[in-house]
């Protein structure tokens, strides 16, 4: 008899726990607020199937973020480039942008949509100079002048890219070079813009959905940690409502990329329940 009464209280106290886990991160973790934030992506749908999470909360209008979408190729591997355009601004919105201008596509034959592309960093960060530093092209000398940026946050891919994608693998290496880039020939001055990166974890994890805000809290509780105005890490756990809402951007917005195999990554990925972004400590 015991064995089952086990088995049947065992989704109760997952629930339970995860519910309590989400008040922990809320109430006690430390957040950013009034931030002006661009997400830097690679594709349509990058936004929804990996960084919803952290989107929903920092488009909670109580911190007062201004949340940006910056996406560096219409994902036309396909033919599908401008229905692809639609979809990501119509997820976005479904996500809380503020609204459908917060939305950014570059089309450029530098960035194309390909799984064995690798984009050049510095041309990234040119392009996210031009978009949010653009005194950095009349200061190539060493100057006194405080390094100035219209965002204060840029949140990307980590170095493995979650999926090994090389397109998101190159974000990470061309928003590293941007920051690099701002406070080059300024000395003693800190850098305006933090980068965050978005955590790659192990298979096990990746496909753990909710079950991975417990191990992600303890590794947060039990790891190196920054408080203060450059907080780290930055972790997002969604709850029922907002993992939904989640879905709902890939299966109501980005209609024209719901194969098979995304209806297992939105019922099952970590990424869809948990975000955790970790502040990148640039030479």
Not at 266 to 277: H, K, Q, T, W
Request: aromatic residues 8%; glycine residues 6%; contains cysteine.
């Amino acid at each position: 008899m015991l064995p089952w009464v086990t088995w049947l209280t065992l989704p109760l106290v997952l629930v339970t726990s995860w519910l309590l886990t989400i008040n922990v991160v809320r109430d006690r973790l430390p957040k950013l607020r009034n931030k002006r934030v661009c997400l830097l992506i690679a594709h349509p749908d990058d936004e929804a199937m990996f960084f919803a999470p952290a989107i929903l909360a920092l488009t909670d209008p109580r911190l007062g973020n201004h949340v940006k979408i910056l996406c560096l190729s219409s994902g036309d591997a396909d033919g599908l480039g401008e229905t692809r355009k639609k979809e990501l601004i119509k997820s976005g919105m479904l996500l809380g942008l503020r609204k459908e201008d917060d939305v950014f596509i570059v089309e450029s034959p530098d960035f194309q949509d390909s799984m064995t592309s690798t984009w050049s960093k510095e041309k990234i960060a040119d392009l996210l100079s031009s978009a949010f530093a653009p005194s950095l092209k009349t200061h190539k000398a060493e100057t006194r002048d405080a390094p100035t940026a219209t965002i204060d946050v840029l949140i990307t891919f980590d170095a493995g890219g979650i999926s090994s994608h090389p397109n998101h693998i190159s974000l990470y290496h061309g928003a590293r070079h941007f920051i690099s880039s701002l406070v080059r020939n300024r000395p003693g001055w800190q850098c305006p813009v933090d980068l965050y990166t978005l955590s790659t974890i192990n298979i096990t994890r990746k496909y753990s959905s909710f079950l991975d805000s417990f191990a992600s809290l303890l590794l947060t509780a039990f790891g190196r940690r920054a408080a203060g105005v450059h907080p780290s890490p930055l972790i997002f756990v969604s709850g029922p409502a907002d993992i939904r809402t989640a879905q709902n951007a890939m299966t109501k917005a980005h209609i024209s990329q719901m194969r098979w195999f995304r209806w297992g990554w939105i019922g099952l990925s970590r990424y869809m329940a948990v975000n955790d972004l970790q502040l990148e400590k640039v030479p």
